[in-house]
């Protein structure tokens, strides 16, 4: 079956704009986590959304925001890009979002903000 | 801050040897995974030991868990070219989102 699929593979933007970055799970699975890896903090989880609702969030500023649709894809919007959230933005999608089986995760979304 | 911190940085060796990394973490787990990422790209998941267990195999994957030291360890043996990757820990507190270690990079020499 297909894999996480996120959307788009690379992204550039400039400083003050905003982004949105897709990611579709695994057909079946509900919960959809995002994570950033940067070199700097390693990997941090942003937030994690399982049936349309946010369950849990990570230590991120308000400009960091996502959502889910009732097919389980979900998107995340950063607003007012700042340099510092150049990064990979990875998601996973899980059945339930406990991590029993671990996580399935996508090739990532790569931003570079100038 | 980050959960995990992962011993080596780094790892050089000759391929047909054993490579061991040690993962340690600081609070009680649900579960403790291991994951494997090439090259910048998505992160693969390789196994995965609950709270309750000391010992996984899963092919030439060995990994140990010791939740008295909150400490875990992944041992490749045989190790093969294709193995040269960055290796996470992540443990799982039961908020279902995954704490990472500082990472791995492996280095097999053919």
């Known amino acids: 079956k297909a894999g996480v699929t996120q959307t788009p593979r690379y992204l550039i933007k400039t400083r003050g704009q905003q982004v949105t970055l897709s990611c579709s799970p695994i057909?079946?699975?509900?919960?959809v986590s995002w994570y950033q890896q940067t070199p700097g903090q390693g990997l941090q989880f942003l937030f994690e959304?399982?049936?349309?609702?946010?369950?849990n969030k990570g230590n991120f500023p308000g400009r960091f925001s996502g959502r889910q649709f009732s097919n389980s894809r979900s998107e995340m919007n950063v607003s007012t890009l700042e340099l510092g959230d150049s990064a990979l933005y990875l998601c996973?999608?899980?059945?339930?979002?406990?991590?029993?089986?671990?996580?399935?995760f996508g090739s990532g979304t790569r931003l570079t903000v100038v | 801050s980050q959960q995990g911190e992962e011993d080596p940085q780094a790892l050089s060796i000759q391929e047909g040897e054993n490579a061991t990394m040690n993962c340690s973490y600081k609070?009680?787990?649900?579960?403790l995974q291991w994951y494997r990422q090439n090259s910048g790209r998505g992160l693969v998941h390789l196994i995965l030991?609950?709270?309750?267990?000391r010992e996984k195999h899963s092919g030439r994957l060995r990994v140990t868990l010791d939740t008295s030291k909150k400490s875990s360890s992944l041992l490749i043996t045989a190790s093969r070219a294709a193995d040269t990757a960055s290796y996470f820990c992540?443990?799982?507190?039961?908020?279902?989102?995954?704490?990472f270690g500082t990472g791995t990079r492996l280095t097999v020499i053919p």
């Open positions: 996973a999608s899980s059945l339930e979002g406990t991590g029993r089986y671990g996580y399935t």
């Open positions: 057909s079946g699975h509900r919960s």
């Open positions: 959304y399982f049936s349309e609702t946010q369950r």
């Open positions: 609070t009680s787990i649900n579960n």
């Open positions: 030991i609950r709270s309750n267990e």
């Open positions: 992540a443990t799982e507190t039961g908020a279902n989102n995954l704490f």
